[in-house]
């Protein structure tokens, strides 16, 4: 087989940069791992290539493999031709077991678009076991990863694509943090992306159905109309307790809040869209709005739970969030005199870890216990609120009751 390439020498070495079809690679290149000489196969890696290749397929783009040859070659004409045998991995195995595989699961028209994407190689001739290992350390010691925070940003991904588009459009490029995970001012734009991917692959089964492989997504108005509704929404909120100069702003930049409401949107999206009645872009931007409407409000009693990025975080939020949302149908004047009772009850469903959880029947009863207080707020702000033993299984009518006893008996006695 004949490989387009240029000749150069390297040291001792004579090297070829060149390019390799997808369709070739399986024939060309050993794709079995020789722990003796690259390490092994992380097969979660290879499951993220092949998933980007196959969302970009003749727009991917790799940085060159790197390879060894021991085998009979001729070149002429700029091209190297391998008589016999096939050449080794120095650096990329992970790149050509991804190809193989989509190689080795492609056929008709998919093969057929295969024939037209190329892979940079570069290949080294003659290569000691010795100098093959060595280089291979060299290159993956020495190599520095650059921050997914940075890279993301450089990336054809659908979800950059849209998360750049947005961030342009609305003219917020100074309201972003580009370079770290964390800040205490501006949104993480990785935050930002990470978000938009969780709602594209919720929204993937519909959109596929919907568009055909050749339409390019982020070009599609409507569909980038469902990500800019979402994003406005988050934007606009934090906006507002920025102006109302709220110490708990610093929370809603957060990647924990920006995901505790992404994966609350999600799911309401999966139990739409499982539903066999008509749906549209248009239906799924509505029902992300309502969502958002209802889910980002201002925090009428402070959130005190855990903070630290992981699933358990995202749900505590998601759940405070969703009892807060019940908070607001009362008006300010309504809840002030009796949000001391109503906070220490609420306060009772964070567990050990300070994760706040409740079940759905839980939930039920905070709903009614505010319900409660405030149609009883007369007498409840009669309470001495502070020295009142609450827990879960507090009844704001055993409270009253309890008052109403002690009243008599203050009655009888004087």
């Known amino acids: ?52 290749i196959k969302s970009e397929l003749e727009g991917s783009f790799f940085p060159p493999v790197i390879l060894s040859c021991n085998v009979q070659t001729e070149f002429d004409s700029n091209q190297l031709k391998i008589l016999d045998g096939q050449l080794t991995i120095i650096d990329g195995q992970h790149r050509i077991k ?63 694509i849209l998360g750049l588009k947005y961030v342009k459009m609305k003219g917020i490029k100074s309201e972003i943090e580009w370079e770290v995970k964390q800040s205490k001012s501006k949104v993480v734009y990785l935050h930002i992306v990470e978000s938009i991917k969780d709602l594209t692959s919720t929204l993937s089964e519909f959109t596929e159905s919907l568009y055909s492989q050749e339409t390019l997504l982020y070009d599609q108005e409507d569909y980038y109309l469902v990500i800019e509704s979402f ?54 931007k509505a029902l992300i709005e309502e969502t958002l409407s209802t889910l980002l409000k201002e925090f009428v009693i402070s959130y005190r739970g855990v903070k630290t990025v992981k699933e358990s975080t995202y749900i505590s939020i998601r759940k405070f969030l969703r009892v807060n949302s019940t908070l607001t149908e009362y008006t300010h004047e309504e809840l002030e005199p009796i949000l001391p009772i109503i906070t220490r ?21 905070i709903e009614k216990f505010i319900k409660d207080v405030n149609e009883h707020k007369e007498e409840v702000i009669k309470l001495d609120q502070s020295s009142l033993s609450i827990t879960k299984d507090t009844l704001i009518d055993e409270l009253l009751e309890l008052q109403r006893e002690e009243q008599v008996e203050d009655e009888v006695t004087n």
Not at 249 to 271: H, Q, W
């Open 1 to 52: 087989m004949k490989i387009n390439a240029l000749k150069y020498e390297w040291q001792e070495y004579t090297c070829y940069i060149g390019i390799i079809n997808y369709i070739d690679v399986l024939n060309l290149i050993n794709v079995d791992s020789d722990l003796s000489m690259n390490r092994e196969i992380n097969s979660s890696n290879v499951k993220e290539i092949i998933k980007y």
């Open 98 to 160: 991804a190809i193989g595989e989509i190689i080795e699961e492609s056929e008709g028209d998919k093969r057929q678009k295969l024939n037209k994407v190329v892979l940079p190689v570069l290949i080294i001739e003659g290569l000691e076991s010795s100098k093959h290992r060595e280089l291979f350390n060299m290159i993956n010691d020495n190599a520095k990863t650059v921050d997914s925070n940075i890279s993301v940003r450089f990336s054809s991904t659908l979800e950059n």
């Open 231 to 284: 994003l406005d929404s988050i934007f606009e909120y934090i906006l507002k307790e920025r102006e109302l100069d709220n110490p708990k702003e610093n929370l809603f930049k957060k990647k924990v809040f920006i995901r505790a409401v992404t994966d609350e949107v999600c799911e309401k999206l999966k139990l739409f869209l499982q539903r066999e009645d008509e749906k549209d872009l248009g239906l799924i």
């Open 345 to 365: 009850f609420v306060e009772q469903y964070y567990n050990r870890e300070n994760e706040f959880t409740y079940s759905q029947d839980e939930f039920n009863n």
